[in-house]
Nanobody, 130 residues
């Protein structure tokens, strides 16, 4: 079973920044939509950002949940086979385990729907606290 590796979590103060990374050695991410999901303590896992595949029609179009729009930026580096999530102006409500996920998805925009994704990382903890 192909495996994603997500990393970069940690402890940060409110207003601080963190960068998460998602990569794999099992397949090229170019033709995959990549999503970032998070699960806060006691809550359901939610989609927060995704990026469409690198094909000619939907070339890496990003999408964001309203809760992170303007603060988080998703990007891909195909040469490094990595998708990154830059998180700025972090708030305590951003605390949770963050997971990246992948699904083969050509010529259509990514969606923030957990069931759409086939491959998942193991999760990385992000804690925003003073």
């Amino acid at each position: 079973q192909p495996q994603l590796v997500d990393s970069g979590g940690g402890l940060v103060q409110p207003g601080g920044s963190l960068g998460l990374s998602c990569t794999t050695s099992d397949f090229a991410l170019d033709y995959y939509s990549i999503g970032w999901f998070r699960q806060a303590p006691g809550k359901e896992r939610e989609g927060i950002s995704c990026i469409s595949s690198s094909d000619s029609k939907v070339n890496s179009i990003p999408a964001y949940a309203d809760s992170v729009k303007g603060r988080f930026t998703i990007s891909r580096d195909n040469a490094a086979n990595t998708v990154s999530l830059q998180m700025n102006s972090l708030e305590p409500d951003d605390t949770g385990v963050y997971y990246c996920a992948a699904v083969v998805s050509l010529f259509r925009r990514c969606v923030l729907v957990e069931d759409e994704y086939d491959y998942w990382g193991q999760g990385t903890q992000v804690t925003v606290s003073s």
